[in-house]
Every structure is written in structure tokens, then in C-alpha cells.
């Protein structure tokens, strides 16, 4: 089973709105963290967000926020405000104690000018 | 603070042939990460190490992937033979220790094309 799914493999959005990319996760730990991160076409991962799945308050980082509902699994990524920038995969990563990273599928997204 | 470095950024080799990548992690991080990217896919984890012990490399496919971490600190990973199968991004991670709410900081990857 896949412990990290991500349904959109590709998202379009217009600069300066807001986008949710999902991802949704299997896991019957209580304690676990939840991860994002931007890969651009350089290649390189970028880490963006951090949520522990302690953390009552949703995590944010600037124009990135995470809606992070723990009984149904999910920790979708929020930008606003779009930038020409944000175009790249975005990956949805989780890490359970005494496991190492899983990393989902991604989704590419795409800012339209 | 420098980031993650890795050398060389790309390398095409014909089948059969052996291939050596380098990774520096960065500076007082214990604990050093190699993921193997294909792709269209996400990073599967290859290799991890902890210091220059290694945590888990169940998924590193041990007849012909082999990687070390002398020092604890820089770390190689070697493919000989390899097959076609093989190209894809080999990313390098690091994080300050192994818990799990430690980000990974990844460096740039090296990108390897097998013929």
C-alpha cells in the first residue's frame, strides 16, 4: 500500500492566487512528521514546511501553510499568491518513528502568467 | 552555512561500466542520506548513515551498489557493474540527527545516464 498519495500529477494556477496541492497518508502511528519540499528543474529538494503530527496549529512558512486535518490523513499544501517561481515538482514526504522518509509521487505545478 | 554539496553534477557511462559519486554533508550534521530519484518518481532512500555507521540499507541493492562514509563526514557511492536501469538522480541528504522531525537538506544530486 502506498503510504504517501498524491491524486494530482499536474496543477495549473494562475500568478498571485492561491493553490492547494494534496497529499494524503497511511500510517497507524500516533507520532510522525510530514514534510514538503519544492524541486525545481534544477534538481535540486527544497525543504518548505514542517507538520509533527502533535502540532495542534497548522504549520506556516511565509506563503506556505499546511491544512493538516489528522483524522483524515491529510496534509495538503497551501501557497498564496502564486509566483512565476513556484513552478516545479512538489513532493509530500512523511517520516514515522524508526522508519526513514517516504516520499510521494508528486505534483507538477505550473503558474500561468 | 554551506549547503549539501555532491560532485559531479552529471556522468554518462556505457553498461558495465563503474561510476563513483561524492557527497559532502553539511558542516556538524550526523547523519547523511542517499536517495536514488527516477524519473517521474519521488526519492527512494538507498543508503543511510549515522556517523560513519550505517542506520539501514535495506534498499540498496548490495551486489552492485556499495557506499561508505569514512570520518563520518564525506561519503561515496559506488555502482560497478552498472546496468541501464540505473539512470536516474542520485540525490545526497543530510540533517543535523536522526529523528523524526529532523529536515533533510538535500544537495543539487548528480545525474547519471547509463547506455
Known amino acids: 500500500a502506498q503510504k504517501i498519495t498524491q491524486t494530482q500529477p499536474g496543477m495549473f494556477v494562475q500568478e498571485k492566487e492561491a493553490v492547494t496541492l494534496d497529499c494524503t497518508y497511511d500510517?497507524?502511528?500516533?507520532?510522525?512528521?510530514l514534510f514538503w519540499y519544492k524541486q525545481p528543474s534544477s534538481g535540486e529538494m527544497i525543504f518548505l514546511i514542517y507538520q509533527g503530527s502533535y502540532d495542534e496549529q497548522n504549520a506556516t512558512e511565509g506563503r506556505y501553510s499546511l491544512n493538516f486535518q489528522k483524522a483524515r490523513k491529510s496534509a495538503n499544501l497551501v501557497i498564496s499568491a502564486s509566483q512565476l517561481g513556484d513552478s516545479a515538482m512538489y513532493f509530500c514526504a512523511m517520516r514515522e518513528a524508526g522508519q526513514n522518509f517516504v516520499f510521494g509521487p508528486g505534483t507538477r505545478l505550473s503558474v500561468l502568467p | 552555512e554551506a549547503g549539501v554539496a555532491q560532485s559531479p553534477r552529471y556522468k554518462i557511462i556505457e553498461k558495465r561500466q563503474s561510476v563513483a559519486f561524492w557527497c559532502n554533508p553539511i558542516?556538524?550534521?550526523?547523519?547523511l542520506y542517499w536517495y536514488q530519484q527516477i524519473l517521474g518518481q519521488g526519492p527512494k532512500l538507498l543508503i543511510q548513515?549515522?556517523?560513519?555507521?550505517?542506520?539501514?540499507d535495506s534498499q540498496l541493492p548490495k551486489d552492485r551498489f556499495s557506499a561508505e562514509r569514512l570520518k563520518g563526514v564525506d561519503s561515496t557511492l559506488k555502482i560497478q557493474p552498472a546496468k541501464l536501469e540505473d539512470s536516474a538522480v542520485y540525490l545526497c541528504a543530510s540533517s543535523l540527527r536522526d529523528s523524526i522531525q529532523e529536515t533533510q537538506y538535500f544537495g543539487p544530486g548528480t545525474r547519471l545516464l547509463v547506455l
Open positions: 500510517t497507524s502511528d500516533q507520532s510522525y512528521g
Open positions: 548513515f549515522q556517523n560513519n555507521g550505517v542506520v539501514d
Open positions: 558542516s556538524g550534521h550526523a547523519t
